[in-house]
């Protein structure tokens, strides 16, 4: 019942300084950083607090060797404290949070992390329970084709974090249960379900940007994009009713990497304008690494600031 | 108003496993893990937790250096944190509490906490605030002479600390502002002020134990202590009605240092068998070090205890 509890106080605090809070999930090396990364910016680093919430590890790296299960594990972590700081960050509330060092593998000083307007929260658990979930206003998962996400993976153990290839892929078949039952299950929590992919059947060129796919479910209501969807556009992102994994119709919104960097350019203008934003669209978004850029990350993004500003200006009574 | 909130959310809850809460606040070296020691191992460690909340520090002892306050001061210590993880606990709720490392100066990894029937929480700042002492059942101020106490803050920084005599003293001067505004005004909320003195205008031998002043205030019930407190008993303790700082009447429980250890362990069996505890009295309460026993502190020890078993009878109705 404390889920119900915290949706009930939630929705009577008379507090404007209640956050807007957004959930980003999804597997190790989904790309859960850089779409945050894009987003806090275009919100504007003031308004906006970002933390990842895989820190709430019950054990450093040594100890994790004599123990049958990796950080995907539920017993690996604090969830209980974890749902606990998301409730006090729901409520406005400040919270000291743990802090797990990956260059050392080791717990470290916590941190004093306030709430601000908007607070994106990402990781591998945060839509794990109810009580977690009942902490959110949008909640998204990041399901990129498993493919994908190994070579990500891959790509960023062995830039970052000192792995072999060898040692990564040993990793992720290792991870590949907990994976299945603690990180993927949450997918179907989430009110948009968002997919890096090629687009299947076509036979675009090698270095054609993969595509994004934002399954939006009717679980919010999502924003009224009538203005920029037009024919115009309809090269970059169109609309279209699919089916859910289970049957279920819900809309889905398809980016195409294979449009012009002209074209979704233009569309990242006209949704910024939409959004009424001052000044032109924030210059880091849609990056992938320094000067690496993809209009589809750009664009996702993007329409998740349209949420996050719904939600304020719904809270606000607007 | 989040105090009222509190104190009616722990009215409400029909929660058998919240907590009974007692505060041990006092200035540094004023005797609270001393008698803290002897009250858990009395109640029994698997029924009671206690916790040190000196641990909220903002700094660590290098940024300290280059900071104008002591660890005494609201400004170097997460008041906000600590308030927070009180009603937590107040709730029957784990929480990951800081950890500061004396022997480093250093903040490390912080620990995972779950109450337990009894919960004591001893330190500096306990009861600094009207939310904090919204927490607790009972409320203790150690309160010994200026004097008593700098010995004593000697004797353990030296010992056990590494540091010089002069190098106490000049830390007790720097102390001493923060002192009188951080800590001493807390004595002004404590349902109990202890004080451990020699008894003034006796002229007792050198090496007669300390005597107890315990004053009763009327915040809360007191126990009955009219079976142990007859003639029989009175060279050991007796109790008068005094006048607090203030003026107001008050009760004050005198335990005297200078009874014979056979009248004070008599009067301590008698209190154990009006708790109707099984066995004998804990062999560790009154121990200051090893080898070294005082009865006033089993006395005061004991009288604690009553004190946390009449909150626990009233909590589940007796």
């Known amino acids: 019942m404390l889920d119900k509890i915290i949706k009930m106080t939630r929705r009577e605090t008379n507090n404007t300084t209640r956050p807007v809070m957004l959930a980003i999930a999804g597997d190790s090396a989904s790309g859960k950083s850089t779409l ?29 060797k004599t123990l049958p299960f990796t950080p995907l594990h539920r017993d690996c972590n604090y969830i209980d404290i974890m749902e606990q ?20 593998g080791t717990l470290t000083r916590p941190e004093y992390v306030e709430p601000k307007e908007f607070v994106i929260i990402e990781g591998l658990h945060p839509l794990s329970s109810k009580l977690a979930r009942a902490c959110f206003d949008v909640t998204v998962f990041l399901d990129p084709p498993e ?19 060898e040692q990564v892929r040993a990793d992720l078949e290792l991870r590949e249960p907990e994976s299945e039952k603690f990180i993927r299950p949450q997918r179907r929590f989430a009110d948009i379900v968002v997919r ?17 796919e934002l399954m939006l479910r009717p679980t919010i209501q999502h924003p009224a994009l009538s203005n920029v969807l037009t024919d115009d556009h309809r090269t970059a992102m169109h609309l279209k009713i699919m089916r859910d994994k289970d049957g279920t119709p819900t809309d889905c919104l398809h980016v195409h990497g294979h449009a012009s960097s ?3 350019r233009q569309l990242v203008k006209a949704i910024w304008e939409e959004l009424n934003a001052a000044g032109g669209p924030p210059e880091h978004i849609g990056q992938i690494n320094p000067g690496e850029r993809s209009e589809p990350l750009a664009l996702t993004q993007l329409i998740l600031v349209y949420h996050l500003l719904l939600q304020s200006n719904e809270r606000n009574g607007n």
């Open 36 to 64: 945050t990364k894009g987003l806090a910016e275009a919100v504007g680093s003031d308004r906006c607090l970002s933390m990842c919430v895989d820190d709430y590890h019950k054990f450093d790296r040594t100890e994790r």
């Open 85 to 104: 700081h998301l409730q006090l960050l729901a409520l406005g509330r400040p919270i000291l949070k743990p802090v797990y060092d990956h260059s050392t």
């Open 147 to 165: 493919e994908i996400r190994h070579e990500w993976k891959v790509q960023r153990d062995c830039a970052f974090r000192g792995y072999t290839p």
């Open 196 to 212: 890096f992919a090629p687009i299947a059947g076509r036979e675009d060129p090698p270095g054609t940007p993969l595509s994004a």
């Open 262 to 264: 002209e074209e979704a």
